[in-house]
């Protein structure tokens, strides 16, 4: 497989790494641009949502994309260029959103990505997650989803399947615990995200990748038996949340 170079990104390289496989997205090490301001977004969505996801996205996510730091929005103006050029070409961007037991933060990436997508009417977009091993949705991350909103039905099984709807229209993302490269994710031109620290460094590159990027958060399991418990997976919901509205909101722009 050939690797382009995505414009101005200038990130991708051949290698061969923890993740394996023979062309791949790798890590970049080059300085990044200046970080975009942040855009001005629309008040009310594109599409019909939840009446407590419209006021979850107005009230509290919104607003959290002024506090996101200028190294943050310089990644994520670099996917967005990404996901731009894709869709400029008539071509899906596809993301995949990965950490290590593919149970919280890329579970919340995957569902804030396509939510905001949606809310700015930015088509054209496909979200993944995946781990470097197979565990289960946790269902912290799943209650906190429900607090910001979504509907959320089924769940069975070790590792159960979560179904989980923004609005009335539309089909819900399906989230479980899977493998990265699993058969239901994307195999070839993706756009790999690593959201946590110890995925970034094992998996120096990810096979199929024709981007791969480090946007890691820290981890709510820190707080899990605590009293903080609620309030540390709302707070990563939401900067997770926010960060997506500002990347789509790039692209929008």
């Not at 949502?49 to 107005?58: D, G």
């Not at 994710?185 to 690593?194: D, H, R, T, V, Y």
């Not at 399991?221 to 009293?227: I, L, N």
Request: glycine share 10%; with cysteine.
């Amino acid at each position: 497989m050939r690797i382009r170079r995505l414009g101005l990104l200038s990130v991708l390289g051949l290698m061969v790494g923890a993740c394996g496989g023979d062309a791949t997205g790798s890590r970049h090490d080059e300085a990044t641009p200046a970080a975009p301001a942040v855009p001005e977004l629309p008040m009310t969505p594109k599409v019909s949502m939840h009446p407590a996801l419209h006021a979850h996205v107005r009230e509290h996510v919104l607003p959290a994309m002024a506090e996101i730091p200028a190294e943050r929005r310089a990644v994520l103006a670099q996917l967005a260029a990404f996901v731009s050029e894709r869709r400029a070409e008539g071509q899906p961007a596809e993301l995949t959103f990965i950490c290590t037991h593919n149970s919280r933060r890329s579970q919340l990436g995957q569902v804030w990505a396509a939510t905001a997508a949606a809310w700015l009417g930015v088509d054209g977009v496909r979200t993944f997650s995946g781990g470097t091993e197979v565990t289960a949705f946790n269902s912290r991350a799943v209650e906190a989803l429900r607090r910001a909103g979504f509907e959320v039905g089924g769940a069975e099984g070790d590792n159960p399947r979560y179904a989980v709807s923004m609005g009335p229209a539309g089909a819900p993302t399906e989230g479980w615990s899977k493998r990265y490269d699993d058969e239901t994710n994307p195999q070839q031109g993706f756009a790999a995200i690593m959201t946590c620290s110890s995925a970034d460094a094992s998996c120096p590159t990810v096979k199929g990748a024709a981007l791969r990027l480090s946007l890691a958060y820290d981890d709510p399991k820190q707080a899990d038996g605590t009293p903080q418990e609620a309030a540390r997976y709302d707070e990563r919901s939401r900067q997770i949340a926010a960060e997506m509205f500002y990347l789509f909101g790039l692209v929008q722009a």
